[in-house]
């Protein structure tokens, strides 16, 4: 099936410190979203992107949907322990039925 | 709080038995899916409804089935379980059967022994 390329896997950083991630695809896409999920939690949506080069802010959070449809990043701040967790990239394919695709995560883990 | 209500929370079963796995929705969501979630595999869509009365089968369906006798509920049913059916089940539901994000319950995780 369709797939995301999300990366890195994981990431070990210092409170403070900046992350960035990202997700690609050789597929096109009319819709990004950037979901967050704690342990024995279900995912939670963080930021939905509609339109290429679109980029929203969620607080600290900043991501943006590529210009080329196929790539979208997303982008924390002054990293907090809270930000713990593992983040997922997911879009809605431009062509075909609207399935959600998700890329495979990136764990976050911050040193305090 | 709105949102969604998976139930049970966690379920040990034996092999062979059946299991039905309850979600709930009260933002009067048109469109509801189920999820497993495995290591290394990431979220696969077993089933999805885009409205009350109507199905359709997902990445990985085989083993599984669903009704949507209504708006609100979504039950997922295990007709004899199987261990590699051992998951954790997400509900989701959304606006409706579009490029609308999708709202996620907090699982359901079953193990089969």
């Known amino acids: 099936g369709q797939q995301l390329n999300q990366s890195p896997q994981s990431m070990f950083i210092q409170e403070g410190e900046d992350v960035s991630m990202n997700c690609t695809s050789s597929s096109i896409f009319n819709t990004w979203l950037w979901y967050k999920q704690d342990p024995g939690e279900g995912p939670v949506l963080l930021i939905a992107?509609?339109?290429?080069?679109e980029l929203t802010s969620n607080g600290r959070l900043t991501a943006q949907f590529g210009i080329t449809r196929k790539d979208s990043f997303l982008n924390i701040s002054a990293s907090i322990p809270s930000d713990v967790g593992i983040y997922f990239c997911?879009?809605?394919?431009?062509?075909?039925?609207?399935?959600?695709?998700f890329g495979q995560g990136t764990r976050l883990t911050i040193n305090p | 709080i709105a949102g969604i209500t998976q139930a049970p929370t966690s379920q040990i079963l034996a092999a062979g038995r059946r299991m039905t796995l309850r979600c709930t929705q009260d933002?009067?969501?048109?469109?509801m899916y189920w999820y497993r979630q495995d290591l290394g595999l990431g979220l696969r869509l077993i089933h999805y409804s885009n409205t009350a009365g109507t199905t359709g089968k997902g990445e990985v369906p085989d083993g599984y089935s669903v009704s949507r006798a209504n708006t609100d509920d979504f039950p997922l049913t295990l007709a004899s379980a199987v261990p590699s059916q051992t998951s954790v089940y997400f509900c989701?539901?959304?606006?409706?059967?579009?490029?609308?994000?999708?709202?996620f319950g907090d699982g359901t995780r079953l193990s089969i022994l």
């Open positions: 997911a879009g809605f394919l431009i062509q075909g039925a609207q399935k959600l695709v």
């Open positions: 933002m009067r969501h048109n469109a």
């Open positions: 989701a539901s959304s606006r409706d059967f579009s490029n609308q994000p999708q709202h």
């Open positions: 992107l509609y339109k290429a080069g």
